[in-house]
Each structure stands twice: as C-alpha cells, then as structure tokens.
C-alpha cells in the first residue's frame, strides 16, 4: 500500500514556473513507476510525465522541453518542475504510483488527492 501526497499548486502567471511535489508514504517506492497526470475542467485525465526508479524519463508531446520529472528515493518523493507555463496547464494535477513503464492512467495503482495549478494569460 502506497499513499501520496501532491503539494506545490497554485496560481501563477503565464511564462511563470512553478514546482510540484509528491511525497510517498509506505513500502517500496524505489520499485514503483511514478507518473504526473492533470485533468482540466470537462476533459478527460491525461498524462504528462513519468519516471521509473533508475531514471528514465517519458513526456507528453505538450510538456517536453517545458516540465522535468525527478525523484528522490531516499526522500520518497517526485517532483514535476514546470517552466514557460501556458493557460492551458491549468487543471488538477495528480500524481500516481504503478508498475508498469505506461502513459495509461488504468496501469497506475495508487493516487494522490490533487493539486490545482491555475496559468492566468
């Protein structure tokens, strides 16, 4: 059993930057492929990043060059820093937790509660 917890959201300005932070609490977090999703209002969750336990890193198309995924193991944490932000990175973003190296929402076992990033333009 995993538990998360997103922090970091808020409101910023388009051009802004702004790091978002997952906390995990239980057994096993080096083992887990941890993924970054968002679902803005009316739209279906999607994915933006990934990152399995020895580094390898997956972007959505919209986010490369903009976000970076990274963890820290020893702190049990994931982080998604997100740069040159656009209005249309505003939605609820979640973290997630799973076995398999996947962009699919269905793969991924355990998630955090959320954290609202809002991009004025």
């Known amino acids: 059993q995993v538990q998360l917890v997103e922090s970091g959201g808020g409101l910023v300005q388009a051009g802004d930057s702004l790091r978002l932070s997952c906390v995990a609490s239980?057994?096993?977090?080096?083992?887990?492929?941890l993924g970054w999703f968002r679902q803005a209002p009316g739209k279906e969750r999607e994915f933006v990043a990934r990152i399995w336990g020895g580094g390898i890193t997956g972007y959505a198309d919209s986010v490369k060059g903009r976000f970076t995924i990274s963890r820290d193991n020893t702190e049990s944490t994931v982080y998604l820093q997100m740069n040159s932000m656009k209005s249309e990175d505003t939605a609820v973003y979640y973290c997630a937790a799973g076995l398999g190296n996947t962009d699919d929402s269905k793969r991924y076992r355990y998630w955090g509660q959320g954290t609202q990033v809002t991009v004025s333009s």
């Open positions: 239980g057994r096993g977090f080096s083992a887990y492929v």
